[in-house]
């Protein structure tokens, strides 16, 4: 698979994306309800009911980024959640989120690195990414990570971007492209950040090609669910 890095620079993917979040995190809250039109709030929700069913208590949400999905997972399923980011600047923004809603007690956010996790294995009852394993360095390696602290016959789900297709995907591939770039760059002052968006998407494996991918990870099932005619995708594997 090819990688896409946000500034192609000498640096490595991981550093380039910590540098990234970090340089747009004071507007990244903003820049995501404004682009995707508050959809990305239906889709935590939407993970949020499926892993409810499954009666977690304990989970991981990795690249949690400023919190969103740790506290929506929090708020819809009373769980203790962690939240792990690359990102200090990031995981500042979701610390003072947090503190207002008052889940402090509830929900603890800590830098690391999610190839590389800091828990022992077989540690949580589910483990969460959204948007967050296209910016893996190494995929396999991240995949196997989740897969390593979750406890058996427990879930992974990962929200991604995938790709619109049928007669509306080149009207959405061409405001991907060419529409929100040119927004985020504006607002975020960041002129690689919202270019790299596209590119990484456009990169990644989605559908049942993501599906073998953590098939061949070694979870036991897979399962995924098109959101928004695939312009995102969540996966449930279960190890």
């Known amino acids: 698979m090819e990688q896409i890095k946000p500034y192609n620079s000498d640096a490595s993917k991981k550093s380039e994306v ?50 969103d999905l740790a506290i929506a997972v929090q708020k819809g399923t009373q769980a203790e959640v962690v939240g792990l980011d690359l990102s200090q600047q990031m995981l500042n923004v979701g610390i003072v989120k947090i503190k207002k809603l008052n889940l402090d007690g509830r929900i603890s956010m800590q830098k690391g690195d999610a190839e590389n996790l800091p828990f022992s294995d077989n540690s949580f009852d589910a ?19 989740l897969k390593r602290v979750v406890k058996e016959n427990r879930s992974v789900y990962i929200l991604e971007f995938s790709k619109v297709e049928g007669f509306l995907g080149p009207f959405y591939m061409f405001y991907f492209r060419n529409i929100l770039p040119r927004i985020g ?4 002052k960041d002129h690689r950040a919202y270019s790299y968006l596209p590119d990484s998407v456009n990169a990644f494996p989605y559908g049942e090609k993501m599906k073998n991918i953590l098939l061949e990870t070694g979870f036991k099932n897979v399962e995924y669910k098109k959101l928004s005619l695939g312009i995102a995708t969540i996966y449930k594997a279960t190890k």
């Open 18 to 67: 910590e540098d990234m979040f970090d340089n747009i995190a004071p507007k990244y809250d903003l820049l995501n309800h404004v682009l995707s039109m508050k959809i990305d709030v239906a889709w935590r929700n939407t993970l949020v009911k499926w892993m409810k069913m499954d009666g977690v208590q304990k989970v991981l949400d990795v690249a949690t980024g400023t919190g």
């Open 127 to 145: 483990v969460s990414v959204a948007f967050g394993v296209r910016n893996f360095e190494n995929l396999s390696r991240g995949l196997t990570e």
């Open 185 to 188: 760059k504006l607002i975020s």
